[in-house]
Structure formats: structure tokens, C-alpha cells
């Protein structure tokens, strides 16, 4: 069984500061892949990120990175220079990437950023 | 820009009746997921497709609930006789499945209300 914690529920951030966003994981599976999806208030799921369990280096995509420790089961999003439009919720999400493909998810982070 | 589409976006139906939710995934994607999200469960995975064959519907109460997949452009989720307690947001996802990697690419969702 695969578990996702996400253990800060709501954070307030000031506009054009880095926010990291802290991801911790469970499996026994040797082989997954982890996600961070953006849900803003509209409602939609946005892929935003991607980094896999052998990968040898952190994911980044444009302002967005992923601190990657296999060691102590972490992948926490950084998002650099934040920004108004970047207020919304945060998933972390794991899937093996044999067996079944589901995506699991944390309970996710309110992200509200500061003018 | 490829996208997946639902429809309908809502839905307000009464207790009893049978509601049908529609998903196009991307052009090209094999792998189609149907996931419910509610406040108390978060996001869960109800069922998912390959090819059009189902693969995991242990997420989906079986006696109202089924998935199919009609053609490789349709999946559709139907609730016969629905209940206050499916009240949720329903999101279709699809991704070129089958590979070591790939990403599952989320619609904008069927936002129901039982009543």
C-alpha cells in the first residue's frame, strides 16, 4: 500500500518568495513515480511536475522544482519567485510504476500568496 | 493545446435517478481514469481503462456504479440509482499508459449534487 502526507493543511506566502511544500511518501514498491498537481478555485487538476524514484537528478520545470530525498521518502515542491496566480491547492501524488497505476494522493496544501 | 473534456461540467439530479458522465481523453492517450473527489475522502480512484479494457474498478461500489468505455474517443461513468452520498467531483484522466513514465492528464470535471 502506497501513502502520501502533506502535513501543512494552509500556508501564506509573500508574493516573489520561494515556497517549498513538504511531501513525504510510503511504498514498498521499488520502482514509482511522484507528482505534484495544482488545483486553483476554478477546480481542474494541472500536472505540474514529475520525478522518478531513479532518476539521479531533481525534476524542474520552469519555476518549479522538486527536492527529491529518497533517503528519508521526501519530495517536497519548491516554487520560486511566487507569484498572485500561484494561490491554490497542492497535491502530492505517488504511483508504482508496475501493478496498478493508480495515482495516490495527500490531502494537499492551501497555497495563498501575499500581494 | 490537447485537452480532456467532461461533460457536464454540473449536474443537480434527485435521489433515485441515473446520472452518465462523459469523458473525451487526449487524442493518442490508451489509459483512461475516473477519479471522485469529496472533502472527507480527498481524491480517489473509482476505475481506469487500457486499450478500452477495464484494468481496476475495486474503487467503484459495484451495484450503482459502472464504467465503460465505449470507443477509444469515450468513457463514460454511470450511477443507477444515484444517492446524497455521490455527491462529489468527478474527474476523467488520461495518459499514454503501458511505458515506464508518463503522466495522467486530468479534465475539468463533473461537479454532482444528489439532492
Given at each position: 500500500a502506497q501513502k502520501i502526507t502533506q502535513t501543512q493543511p494552509g500556508m501564506f506566502v509573500q508574493e516573489k518568495e520561494a515556497v517549498t511544500l513538504d511531501c513525504t511518501y510510503d511504498t514498498s514498491d521499488p520502482s514509482y513515480g511522484l507528482f505534484w498537481y495544482k488545483q486553483p478555485s476554478s477546480g481542474e487538476m494541472i500536472f505540474l511536475i514529475y520525478q522518478g524514484s531513479y532518476d539521479q537528478q531533481n525534476a524542474t520545470e520552469g519555476r518549479y522544482s522538486l527536492n527529491f530525498q529518497k533517503a528519508r521518502k521526501s519530495a517536497n515542491l519548491v516554487i520560486s519567485a511566487s507569484q498572485l496566480g500561484d494561490s491554490a491547492m497542492y497535491f502530492c501524488a505517488m504511483r508504482p510504476?508496475?501493478?496498478?497505476e493508480k495515482l495516490t494522493f495527500g490531502t494537499g496544501t492551501r497555497l495563498t500568496i501575499i500581494p | 493545446d490537447a485537452r480532456v473534456t467532461q461533460t457536464p461540467r454540473h449536474k443537480v439530479t434527485e435521489m433515485g435517478q441515473e446520472v452518465t458522465m462523459r469523458c473525451q481523453p487526449i487524442l493518442g492517450h490508451n489509459t483512461v481514469f475516473w477519479y471522485r473527489q469529496t472533502m472527507m475522502q480527498g481524491l480517489e480512484l473509482l476505475a481506469y481503462f487500457r486499450n478500452r479494457a477495464p484494468?481496476?474498478?475495486?474503487?467503484?461500489?459495484k451495484d450503482r456504479f459502472s464504467a465503460e468505455m465505449p470507443d477509444a474517443t469515450l468513457a463514460t461513468l454511470k450511477i443507477q440509482?444515484?444517492?446524497?452520498?455521490?455527491s462529489a467531483v468527478y474527474f476523467c484522466a488520461s495518459g499514454s499508459g503501458g511505458g515506464l513514465v508518463y503522466e495522467q492528464y486530468f479534465g475539468p470535471g463533473t461537479r454532482l449534487t444528489v439532492t
Open positions: 510504476n508496475f501493478g496498478n | 484494468l481496476d474498478d475495486s474503487g467503484m461500489p440509482p444515484s444517492e446524497p452520498r455521490d
